[in-house]
């Protein structure tokens, strides 16, 4: 467990001073405790709770209810990481709409909210940082621009255009003052680009190794969601092979 609260300003502080960071998914009040215990200094309530939890196809079926839901019970572990909820898909549509989703994960004990997008949801981030709420932004692959994308999970920056772009979005999300960035299926000679340039703590998934630091679904780390592992993913734990062992072991010796 870290030894004081973790804040917006501790993660600009790691980057300052080159301290990798570590950040996972939570969903419950359990995992919370043991991530927090294990001393991850940022907890992200993530929208991709919607396939590894409630077992929807894309994350593009959370609602706010359901991101609330699962905050409060990991705001309930009262960790000393920093919690982080993903504002989840069409709750972020315009500023007053932004503001009061950002304000009701806030009040479930989000002390920071995440969403997706550059500097086409510019209006949106500078909206609810005016209201006292840190951002963490998310660029290369959207999640939930997934279905515009036909269904598949590309990797982005592969061309100058996708350079240029990520470049562009990274300088406004900047500007805004947001305090990291996750950077998902990045290039990694772009990731390490926008890592170097911008003041922000880069996160990434599947973007290298030369961000800030990393952050991954604690199911796929895990493995305690066993039918489906990305690429870059490689499991530490076989949890939902222990657990079918486990059972079996249990049931056959009833």
Known sequence: MNPVKVTPETIRGMKAGRRRIAALTAYDYPMARL????????LLVGDSLGMVV???????????AEMEHHVRAVA???????????????SYSTTTQA???????????????????????????RAIQAVGIPFMGHLG????????EGGKYRIKGKDEAGRARLLDDSAALAEAGVFAVVLELVTPP?????????????IGIGSGPDC?????????LTGAFPWFTPKFVQPK???GEDVRRAVREWADGL
């Open 212 to 220: 800030d630091g990393q952050i991954l679904v604690t199911h796929d």
């Open 76 to 90: 309930r572990a009262n960790p000393s990481a920093l919690i982080v909820g993903d504002l989840p898909y069409h």
């Open 35 to 42: 991530l927090d215990e294990a001393g991850i200094p940022i």
């Open 190 to 202: 772009v990731a390490k680009e926008i890592t170097a340039q911008f003041p922000f703590a880069t």
């Open 99 to 125: 503001v009061a989703s950002a304000q009701r994960l806030v009040t479930a004990g989000a002390e920071a909210v995440k969403a997706e997008g550059g500097r086409e949801i510019l209006p949106q981030i």
């Open 141 to 148: 692959m959207l999640p939930q621009h997934v279905l515009e």
């Open 237 to 239: 734990l076989h949890v």
């Open 54 to 64: 409630l077992g929807y196809p894309d994350t593009t079926h959370v609602t706010l």
